[in-house]
């Protein structure tokens, strides 16, 4: 199915239905992970030898046709704990094109549920409710849908617009149903994209692998990605050579809704950074430049002294007892001051689990701190590939320590700087692009390569520069003292002319102390 559409230029654009691409959200504990195990471990194709034996980040299935379903793919989301979905969500990525809401019918709605259900509807996603554990003796349906009514969820057998199913993820009841129903939601979406467009789309994982470097999941939402072609996500870039679909297979192309992996980044993609298909490698180059410009005004604002920003650090403190978790959150918050915000998120006794990575999701900078406690199982994986660190400690005073030195190296430095002198131009010899070889006098202090330099025209500010090298009776030199005349290679892109001045500064970058 595809439509066709012609702009004013004459040029059609071929639109092609799409997969949809979902994502599974709710409280901990009731089953999203096991209800994407149940789904996947069903649609792996015949003879796939073992299966998916390392996780994606997101992975297709196909729905058989049946009598009642049209059939199709699916692409779902596989990232545990949501962090990649909180995270796209807060910087403005669509990634998802519905949502799975599950809610166990031996619980009810919880307070992740809420969370879940807020993240939904501000993404403006149509969603589904699964309600599982209906295997469960215990399990009381009417009472969850009684609860979900309560908090403006009204499904249609209640007179709503949400659909519900009930499944079973421990035994794959209803599971056929369920993807029967995201596909009906879905195509009421009515989910296109243009598969001649140059490809685009999401970052939903990535991680350093020993062997093939940075590598990273993307979903793709729109276009084709080709083998070959650069693609830039946030300021990572790649020209796509190590290029595998979501069963680990060397592909040579793919398009719209399919997740796939790329190996050999510059640097580690951020999780939930657009991507998109670059002309040239030049052109992705510019790009990642831009987003790096973008992003440190973003994070480091041009302000200074007492009205700085404060930098709020979250954190997560888990310890095996009451006593160490009190001194560790004693400890915490004594770090905080004018400069830094200590934030604890939760402090608790007990192991590092999925609980505490799910807090993490969509939060910036978050630090854990365990003490004389371990991870469960493939939580260390998770906050490693999530960015978060998380360290294990069993003296207090190494947790300080490490804390402290982590914050301090999330402050933005300080630059001061120091007025060396000032020299007048009296002839431009040479111009070019980026450089100028100028000489001139000094007229007070002295002027010293490698120093920056203010350029004044008539009084007023028209530019900046660097000194790259000196020379003083045609011999090179570090410095030229008052009085003496000059000649110098000075690297800048303002347009030099004579009766300039420059002002000889030393900047210099001065990290942060806490103890400040």
Known sequence: MHMMITTAKTTTIKLSARAPIVVVLGHVDHGKTTLLDRIRSTSVAAGESGGITQHFGAYQVMIPHTETAQGGMITFLDTPGHEAFYRMRARGAAVADVAVLVVAADDGVKPQTLESLE??????????????K?????????????????????????????????VSAKTGSGIPQLLEMILLVAEMEDLKGDISAPASGVVVESSLDSRRGNTATLVIRDG???GGECIVAGSAVVRVRIFEDDRGHPITSAHFSAPVRVAGFNILPPVGAIFRVCQSKEEAAEAAAHYNTEHATAQHPENTGENAEVLIVPIIIKADVAGSLEALVDMSKNLSGSAVTIQVLRAAVGNLNEDDAQLTAGKERVLVIGFRVIFEPKIEELFRRSGVRAQVFDVIYKAREWLKETVEAMLTPEISETTLGKVSVLKVFKQKTAEAIIGGRVLSGLAREGSVVVIERAGERVGEGAVKQLQQNKVPVREVSEGNEYGMLLRTATVMEEGDSLLIIERKTVARSLDA
């Open 224 to 226: 084709t990605l080709h």
């Open 134 to 166: 209906t295997d469960k003796p215990d399990a009381n349906p009417e009472r969850v849908k009684k609860e979900l009514a309560e908090h403006d969820v009204l499904i249609e057998e209640w007179g709503g617009k949400v659909p519900i199913v009930a």
């Open 119 to 132: 993240a939904i509807r501000t993404s403006a996603l149509p969603f589904v409710v699964a309600l599982n």
